[in-house]
């Protein structure tokens, strides 16, 4: 019993790590601009389409696929920043939020009409997809060892990137106060275009560990999104650590309701839960109430 529960952990966690890397991107972006961007699972989508072309057409290593995808979906993002979300700064939030659905549903477009990728489900050899770690009398697959030891790493160049980094103190500050960082002397929207690429090739980062689990194909992103949203808001829409913290917590429940519950229950208890949070606790549990005077 201890030993299936030992698995079911370190299964979760795994899991819950992909979810907190696309509830990062949620949040960074948030924090940043107060604009949610609902195409963040499709942007981990292509980034797994990028590593994909890598891989197999390219014949790369698994660590350059890696380099490559980050590096080409931070571009995407920047890209998509200046030319889709900054002519539109200022409007309403509700045109700001159609705007990435919409980039959502014109990313899946692009990838079906893609040579080589298409409808197609392809998938993703790594280097640990195979391998096990016997631990007394308990198995673990090397390849959810990995993605906790790779998102462990990511969140740890993420946290001291914006704790030491000057370009990282600025975006916190532009996070806090735009017009006063401006007035300090900020890029803002260079900033802005920054954390776009961030969040992109963070959630490439997710692709690329989600993909030997769940293959690839054009809609691996939209039920990860979904729960990726609902960590980003268990752990507080604002706080990057609640981001990390809730997508484990998601990644958990949704792991032992699926191994102790009826069917049908691993997909909606995550779902469950955010509903008890945001009647308990509607500000997550590491985000903050604002108070606005009107």
Do not use: H
């Amino acid at each position: 019993m201890l030993n299936q529960l030992l698995q079911l952990i370190v299964s979760g966690v795994a899991q819950g790590c992909v979810y907190a890397l696309v509830a990062l991107g949620f949040v960074l972006i948030y924090k940043a601009t107060e604009t949610v961007n609902f195409a963040q699972g499709d942007l981990m989508m292509l980034g797994a389409f990028f590593a994909l072309t890598a891989s197999v057409a390219m014949g790369w290593p698994y660590w350059a696929t890696i380099v490559f995808a980050v590096a080409a979906m931070a571009v995407v993002g920047m890209l998509l920043e200046r030319v889709v979300l900054r002519p539109v700064l200022g409007q309403p939030a509700f045109t700001v939020v159609m705007i990435t659905i919409g980039v959502g549903y014109v990313l899946r477009g692009v990838v079906t009409m893609m040579p080589g990728w298409g409808t197609d489900t392809f998938t993703f050899a790594t280097p640990f997809s195979e391998g096990v770690v016997r631990m007394g009398g308990v198995i673990f697959a090397v390849q959810q060892l990995a993605v906790i030891g790779m998102t462990t790493a990511l969140c740890a160049v993420l946290y001291v990137f914006f704790r030491y980094a000057k370009l990282g103190v600025a975006m916190q500050a532009t996070s806090q106060n735009q017009l006063a960082a401006y007035y300090m002397g900020i890029p803002v929207k260079l900033i802005f275009s920054l954390i776009w690429a961030i969040s992109a090739g963070v959630a490439a980062a997710a692709g690329i560990l989600l993909a030997p689990v769940t293959l690839i194909d054009i809609n691996m992103g939209l039920v990860v999104a979904l729960k990726a949203f609902a960590a980003a808001v268990l752990g507080g829409f604002g706080s990057i650590p609640g981001a990390v913290i809730g997508g484990i917590i998601i990644g958990l429940i949704e792991l032992y309701a699926g191994a102790t519950l009826p069917e049908g229950f691993k997909d909606t208890a995550p779902y469950i839960v955010l509903l008890l949070m945001l009647i308990v606790r509607p500000q997550g549990l590491f985000g903050t109430l604002a108070r606005k005077k009107v």
